[in-house]
């Protein structure tokens, strides 16, 4: 087959799956091995097992260890040392030994047990982060406890790269190679964390006064792979040079803006990566072993849920979240599926061995969001004491709103929440905020601030919080699944009680309002009416008529600012999925569809696009009539949403 074939089938079938896997809610990397699976060489064949196709994935496991690298934080590790040291290496060591024992037991090598102990050790950071900031739950005992022993996980995958590798030496070599490789790991560790570390925020700095972007990501290329390729000339993987690259880049104020600038080849040669990992599951051999995929992946979820849970408990957490820990870190994951690609290269583990393994951990990933999901039903089914801790939370808040009245319920106690606070204290009216970030209620109550932790999205934390007695509900954090979520528990138990929701955009305005928003703040219009007002003000205008305008642009729903001219910096935007109201300019060329022809004529509002403004030669007319008649060289000023606008452009130009 060639090259280019193999190229377009791979991204017809990725994108295929990985929409569906989107619409599923699933993560698309579950996606990227079902492709690899079913088009590689051990199913339909369409899509050969080349070398060329191995060299692509092995780029795609440089940068996922290199975002690796960027995260890896002193300050954060130091915050977080007891459980990352303590719970997350713990975890790591007793399922390794575990599994070496279990190997010993069904006749396997010793180091056949370790490298599947590395495998099975390692859980999904791609699916906890998403599903846990989904939850809000990030900053919570049990999510801390979780994302600790990730960061362990991610940092264990850099030794047992090393290591793998060489235990396939064999026994009586193995000593030497281990010798050989911690000592080039050493000096080479030595060379770039002295050397490279005084170099690298300098460079970065010549490199960004050029103010040049390509030059940017070329640099950031550069040093990535640079750094891959010397750690390869030492006889070491090349993930680890990317590791060390990340590590060095973190340090220096460039970090954000790498961060993104790598993401996008990140995740194409990652997707790449896992679907050859799903190349390398060979159908027939789990159908001849049918019995032992569903045994071993019981065994191995059941198993080292049981692990987590005891460790968690050893380490200081009650029973639910030890039951939350264990449950939300039982499946397996993308550095384990990463190990399993390093040791099928070797002959460690025998082939029907790998491939059972590779199918439990794949089949675990893909029960992961679903056990995560149903993971509280599951802590307050089997903990007794969970209930008396829900209890006991949604006690502390009632207690807090017993003795108020008309109050006003603040969800969220980030910045605006607390600016809002502020003021409502200053006017003496009483108020009671939740919020899920354990650390910031505490340091808040501590000082005598009205706020108690909850999760506001819950019913029976807003009817704690005194919602059936309350004047009024303000959404201060910028989460519109969330708001909805609020706005349905309100509207059901007080429809009458005006809710005041704030957003970024004003994408979801018309969303919310029609969830039953009294209010809703987008924090872009509003700030723009500042700068207006404040600009209007300064030249002359008269501080009435600015009054004015500013009150008749709010009641139009800031109808006067939305929609923009988008330009390269507003791509972020796209890219994150949202769809704010945008503006585009349409040349009424010679010969155009709708030269001669009124707005009314064209109806353009069925498509989902309104006309703001046209431009005449010289003149400028704003909200034209629908009797306005186009002609030949009018500029038309479209507002829609983008998928919207080019639908209005067409009916424009083309008969």
Not at 111 to 136: H, N, P, Q, W, Y
Not at 307 to 312: E, P, Q, R
Not at 468 to 480: E, F, I, K, P
Request: aromatic share 6%; with cysteine; proline share 3%.
């Amino acid at each position: 087959m060639h090259l280019l074939d193999s190229v377009l089938l791979l991204l017809a079938t990725a994108v295929v799956v990985v929409v569906v896997f989107r619409a599923l809610r699933l993560p698309a990397l579950i996606g990227y091995l079902i492709v690899g699976m079913l088009i590689g060489p051990n199913a339909l064949g369409w899509l050969p097992d080349t070398k060329q196709t191995h060299t692509l994935a092995e780029f795609g496991v440089v940068f996922l260890m290199f975002s690796i690298g960027l995260e890896f934080s002193l300050p954060k590790l130091t915050t977080m040392r007891h459980i990352v040291f303590g719970l997350g290496a713990a975890q790591v060591g007793v399922t390794i030994l575990l599994t070496i024992a279990a190997s010993l037991g069904l006749g396997l090598d010793w180091r056949a047990g370790l490298a599947l102990g590395g495998v099975l050790a390692m859980s999904s950071t791609a699916i906890l982060a998403k599903m846990l900031a989904e939850r809000l739950e990030l900053n919570t005992g049990h999510g801390r406890q979780i994302i600790g022993v990730l960061l362990f996980q991610d940092l264990a995958v850099v030794p047992l790269l090393v290591l793998l590798p060489a235990l396939a030496h064999g026994t009586e070599d193995l000593t030497k190679q281990l010798l050989l490789a911690g000592l080039n790991a050493t000096l080479l560790l030595v060379l770039i964390l002295i050397v490279g570390q005084r170099l690298m925020r300098p460079w970065f700095h010549l490199v960004a006064r050029r103010k040049s972007a390509e030059l940017f990501v070329l640099n950031v290329l550069l040093c990535t792979l640079g750094l891959a390729w010397l750690t390869e000339r030492f006889g070491l993987s090349m993930a680890l040079g990317a590791f060390l690259a990340g590590m060095l880049i973190s340090e220096t104020e460039y970090r954000y803006q790498v961060e993104q600038d790598i993401k996008p080849f990140q995740d194409v040669l990652l997707g790449l990566f896992f679907v050859t990992v799903g190349m390398q599951l060979d159908l027939r051999e789990i159908a001849r072993h049918w019995f032992a995929v569903p045994l071993v992946t019981v065994l191995f979820v059941a198993g080292k849920a049981l692990v987590v849970t005891l460790l968690a408990k050893a380490f200081g957490a009650h029973t639910g979240n030890a039951l939350r820990v264990g449950l939300a870190l039982c499946a397996g994951g993308e550095f384990g599926l990463v190990l399993i690609s390093t040791v099928g290269g070797s002959q460690l583990i025998d082939r029907a061995t790998l491939q059972v393994v590779l199918a439990a951990v794949i089949l675990s990933m893909l029960l992961a969001p679903f056990i995560l999901e149903k993971s509280e039903h599951l802590v307050r089914r089997f903990s007794a004491a969970e209930w008396m801790n829900r209890a006991l939370s949604l006690h502390s808040i009632a207690a807090q709103s017993i003795q108020a009245d008309r109050h006003v319920i603040i969800c969220g106690f980030g910045r605006s929440g607390q600016n809002l606070a502020r003021l409502l204290e200053a006017e003496q009216v009483p108020y009671i905020a939740l919020d899920a970030d354990l650390q910031r209620v505490r340091d808040a109550a501590a000082g005598g601030e009205h706020v108690v932790f909850g999760d506001a999205a819950r019913r029976e934390v807003l009817i704690a919080a005194g919602l059936t007695r309350a004047a009024a509900l303000v959404v201060s954090y910028d989460d519109t699944e969330s708001a909805l979520r609020i706005l349905s528990v309100t509207r059901e138990a007080r429809p009458e009680m005006p809710v005041i929701v704030r957003t970024r955009t004003d994408s979801d305005i018309e969303r919310l309002k029609q969830a039953g928003a009294a209010e809703v703040v987008p924090e872009i219009m509003e700030g723009s009416l500042m700068l207006a007002s404040h600009a209007l003000m300064l030249i002359g205008v008269p501080f009435n008529r600015v009054l004015q305008r500013i009150r008749a642009t709010r009641e139009a729903q800031y109808g006067l600012f939305r929609g923009f001219f988008p330009g390269a910096s507003d791509e972020g935007e796209a890219a994150a999925g949202q769809s704010p109201m945008r503006l585009h300019s349409v040349t009424m060329v010679p010969g155009a569809a709708a030269v001669g022809r009124t707005l009314g004529q064209l109806n353009l509002q069925v498509l989902g696009v309104e006309v703001t403004a046209i431009r005449r030669r010289d003149t400028r007319h704003v909200n034209p009539e629908a009797e306005t008649t186009l002609a030949a060289g009018d500029v038309v000023v479209l507002r829609g949403r983008e998928e919207n606008l080019e639908a209005g452009e067409m009916r424009l130009l083309q008969r």
